[in-house]
């Protein structure tokens, strides 16, 4: 999970330089020695040819890898994507095994790779050492006698960002994005979302009664007294914060999520809390204002957390200790916190091995350390030359669509072009890679190497206030397989590992490669001109830059989309939603749209070709469709549904193709196909 931020990623899938024209003859020709199907991109056997493309264009593409491909064991869903993540996950496994079997100078960053994972892998020591890492903890949670000491361990735990409701964060300002400024956002609950505690259906009652279940029995592995009254106590908090927070719908408004209040208007419009004791313990003491996310929320828990005893508090942050390191202690609670976030929660059969673990543990905190790494062996530079060449051609597009739009208004336009323009794009990897002298890693420490992980991300996040921008930062490593957009940064996003097949294969022919690569670009685009990305301009400040009458009607046919996505019906009743995905829907219609266009303007010379049977513009959204194929086991589906923007894969293909006139062209769709849509009630924004 990522910390909170003003930075505003619109993660992706999960990308400009102004004036450059389109260059088709700088993307070379499919080699001849490859085959039919690498040349393709696409292979025929993941097709179900039983199934009409214009009746169900998923499947027709992707059925038989569908039926016939299981999900692994240790995944909760398994598709292009988690090929990939897999696939990554490996490569730095070779890296690290090697690391780790050298001997490296104390403080280098082969030392601190290579223990970090001799910690994670030291099991016997870890069971030998049970609760003891978090002794200290327990003991500073049972010192507490008074609600403002309360607050002050509030703010000390912040930096380990467990057991407080709230959470401070600091990030560019929204509203003045050439500086930092502190935020603070609602927080803890140990379940995903609180849609999971306010559900009254048999199968949420059902779900709080496990997570009840997991709350008694690591309080009974650590040994500790009435576990179930501890579970009753801890649950009973846990739903009075979930009834008081923000819904993700509402989370996304930028303008709602955006009040910059000064600390004595916060303590007017939160009284009851001692502020100044929480930020002073937070390191921020020094801080005259804060973005506050959800101001009904922290009105509402600042009476909340006044009425709730003392002690009752300690046993909520004493479970919540247990909850956040159980994965890292000992078997026992290692076996129970899987035992519930894995299968009951997500579905997941068996955990995965202590080597594929220890990737992520050594990923979430050294991974630019390991990103260098895994860059100067797997990245090629040719992917990034083509790269350039097709996000310019994007941009080209773009600006090509927006000059054409016609519900929008002159006036308008200027704006969107001149924000279109500023867009920065990055690929591949860091120019300036991140430091980690802030941490020191001992081999037989895990819970120590992890602690002191995290006060050294805290305090690079607190050194920020004051300091410029620092625009050369990136929000996730070069062997992350995903995209994003940042709104404040204004800027698009790619890292190494995503630039592979199925999402950019070299020697595959351009359709292919637009249809997937181009499509994920064009979406990164089109994030800046979402619902929300929208809001910003080019300089990443939000501000209103629309006419009245253009807001109306972007609105209008966003409204056309939630509708469109509300009917989707992946499991159990339970629809997508439509609001919720806004911003991902909008951004998969635009994207695909635009590569279209940047695939016609630079193959607009060249010959058509046949391919496998198929024509160049079938290609394309084949292209698209491959990168979209997934499973997922039912609880994992139910968790998207529920808590991620991200429609499942099928409703990316489906919810977008039949939007798009390009698609009823290249495949003859017709009234009364599966994948036809009436005219009037098409989605079209950029």
Known sequence: MKKPTLLALGIALALGVSGCQSQPNAEQSPAVSVTAEQQAGFALKNFDKSVAPQQDFFRFVNGNWVSETAIPADKVRWGSFDELRENADQQVLEIIRELAAGQHPKNSDAQKIADLYHSFLNEPLINT?????????????????????????????????????????VGQDQRQSDQYITGASQAGLGLPDRDYYLKDDERSLALLGQYKAFIATLWQLAGWDNPDQAADHVLAIEKQLATIQWGRIQNRDRNATYNKLTIAEIEQTAPGFDWRAFLTAAELGKVNELVIRQPTYFTAFAKLQADIPVAHWQTYLKFHLLRANAANLSEPFAKASFEFYGKTLSGQQEQRSREKLAVNVVD?????????????????????????????????????????????????????????????????????????DCLTIEANDLIGNLRRSSECEYQRMVNRLGQPVNRDEWGMTPQTVNAYYSSTMNEIVFPAAILQPPFFNVDADDAVNYGAIG????????????????????????????????????????????????????????????????????????????????????????????????????????????????????????????TGPHSPGMYRVLGVLSNMPEFYDAFEVKPGDGMYREEEVRVKIW
């Not at 010959?607 to 491959?626: D, L, V």
């Open 129 to 169: 050492l049970g609760l003891n890492p978090l002794r200290g903890d327990i003991a500073r949670i049972q010192q507490v006698r008074t609600h403002q000491e309360l607050a002050s361990l509030w703010g000390e735990l912040q930096q380990y960002r467990f057991g407080a409701p709230l959470a401070v964060f």
């Open 519 to 642: 499509g994920v670009i064009g979406h990164e685009f089109t994030h800046g001109f979402d619902d929300q990305g929208r809001r910003s301009d080019g300089d990443g400040n939000l501000r209103d830059w629309w006419t009245p009458e253009d807001a109306r009607q972007f609105s209008e046919r966003a409204q056309r989309m939630i509708d469109q996505y509300n009917a989707f019906n992946p499991i159990d009743n339970l629809h997508l939603q439509g609001a919720l995905g806004l911003g991902e829907n909008i951004a998969d219609l635009g994207g695909l749209t635009v590569a279209f266009r940047a695939y016609q303007n630079a193959t607009k010379d060249q010959p058509k070709q046949t391919i496998a049977g198929f024509t160049p513009e079938q290609r394309f959204f084949i292209g698209w469709s491959q990168v979209w194929r997934i499973k997922f086991r039912d609880e994992a589906l139910r968790q998207q549904v529920i």
């Open 364 to 436: 979430s905190n050294l991974g630019f350390m390991v990103g260098k790494e895994y860059v100067a062996r797997h990245f090629k530079p040719e992917a990034k030359a083509r790269m350039d060449v097709m996000i310019e051609n994007l941009r080209v597009a773009f600006k090509e669509a927006i000059d054409e739009l016609e519900w929008m208004s002159a006036e308008t336009k200027v704006e969107a072009q001149a924000k279109l323009a500023k867009f920065n794009t990055k690929i591949g990897y860091p120019d300036v890679w991140r430091d980690y």
